[in-house]
């Protein structure tokens, strides 16, 4: 049994724990992360792939790119599913993009959409090199005219294998009632940071930083909307920052 000592060495332990920019994993340990990193994801990330991330690393809104093995799991659901028609909501510099991109068929299709192009632009040369360029249709602006445009026309419905999300928290379910109907049945959304942080199970008065308690609220309420929506199947993974599968069952 652990004693008083212990348990503070080990609380503290916590609290200084993934602090370094652009760490979005939730694994109690930075070893162990580092294992699945060295062992797992980056023996087997494309060179691309690899270039880009190095890229985005050097950005000052690092913190934002999609983590290398949650690149690697969307790579493998994609192909799981055979997913052919896609969509992506907050691109940021094209990482999990790039995931995306090479693991469709050649005639695959991504509509990508993002409200900073610049952002966009720093992976485009590396997506452009793998020649992969061809399947992305990418809009800059906000994600809901877009969408709404979508859904007026009935073509649209049910036209989606899968739609990722990683942008805005304050329009997830916004966003949701919109994509649950232009994905297909059986086909998927995932919505990326559902465990914001950690903070989803943080106490009310616990030291956050300003962004990260802004939006929890906007997580907490998409998590608990999700678990109740009887069109979809969910799991909620600790991969990265939290990601939510949602399969469409009606």
Same mark, same amino acid.
């Given at each position: 049994? @652990?004693?008083? &000592?212990?348990?503070?060495?080990?609380?503290? @332990?916590?609290?200084?724990?993934?602090?370094?920019?652009?760490?979005?994993? $939730?694994?109690?340990?930075?070893?162990?992360?580092?294992?699945?990193?060295?062992?797992?994801?980056?023996?087997?990330?494309?060179?691309?792939?690899?270039?880009? =991330?190095?890229?985005?690393?050097?950005?000052?809104?690092?913190?934002?790119?999609?983590?290398?093995?949650?690149?690697?799991? $969307?790579?493998?659901?994609?192909?799981?599913?055979?997913?052919? *028609?896609?969509?992506?909501?907050?691109?940021?510099?094209?990482?999990?993009?790039?995931?995306?991109?090479?693991?469709?068929?050649?005639?695959?299709?991504?509509?990508?959409?993002?409200?900073?192009?610049?952002?966009?632009?720093?992976? $485009?040369?590396?997506?452009?090199?793998?020649?992969?360029?061809?399947?992305?249709?990418?809009?800059?602006?906000?994600?809901?005219?877009?969408?709404?445009?979508?859904?007026? /026309?009935?073509?649209?419905?049910?036209?989606? /294998?899968?739609?990722?999300?990683?942008?805005?928290?304050?329009?997830?379910?916004?966003?949701?009632? =919109?994509?649950?109907? $232009?994905?297909?049945?059986?086909?998927?959304?995932?919505?990326? *940071?559902?465990?914001? *942080?950690?903070?989803?199970?943080?106490?009310?008065?616990?030291?956050?930083?300003?962004?990260?308690?802004?939006?929890?609220?906007?997580?907490?309420?998409? *998590?608990? &909307?999700?678990? &109740?929506?009887? =069109?979809?199947?969910?799991?909620?993974?600790?991969?990265?920052?939290?990601?939510?599968?949602?399969?469409?069952?009606?």
């Amino acid at each position: 049994m @652990a004693t008083k &000592a212990e348990d503070e060495q080990q609380s503290q @332990a916590g609290t200084g724990r993934h602090q370094e920019v652009g760490h979005k994993s $939730l694994l109690q340990s930075d070893a162990l992360y580092q294992y699945i990193l060295e062992t797992s994801v980056y023996p087997r990330e494309p060179e691309p792939m690899k270039e880009l =991330r190095e890229i985005t690393a050097k950005h000052p809104w690092n913190l934002m790119t999609t983590s290398a093995d949650e690149g690697q799991f $969307l790579s493998m659901l994609l192909k799981l599913i055979n997913a052919k *028609n896609t969509m992506e909501i907050g691109v940021y510099t094209g990482y999990s993009l790039l995931a995306t991109a090479l693991a469709l068929p050649d005639d695959g299709k991504i509509l990508a959409m993002d409200i900073n192009r610049e952002n966009y632009e720093l992976g $485009l040369p590396v997506i452009q090199k793998v020649g992969v360029a061809h399947k992305i249709d990418f809009k800059e602006g906000p994600a809901m005219p877009v969408l709404d445009g979508l859904v007026q /026309d009935e073509k649209n419905h049910g036209s989606f /294998d899968f739609i990722f999300v990683d942008a805005d928290k304050d329009n997830y379910i916004n966003y949701h009632e =919109r994509l649950v109907k $232009l994905v297909k049945v059986g086909g998927l959304i995932g919505y990326d *940071n559902t465990l914001w *942080n950690g903070s989803v199970v943080a106490p009310p008065d616990a030291p956050l930083r300003k962004y990260v308690r802004y939006y929890r609220d906007f997580v907490l309420e998409l *998590n608990k &909307a999700l678990a &109740a929506d009887p =069109r979809i199947e969910i799991c909620m993974l600790p991969v990265g920052d939290g990601i939510t599968l949602c399969r469409r069952i009606k």
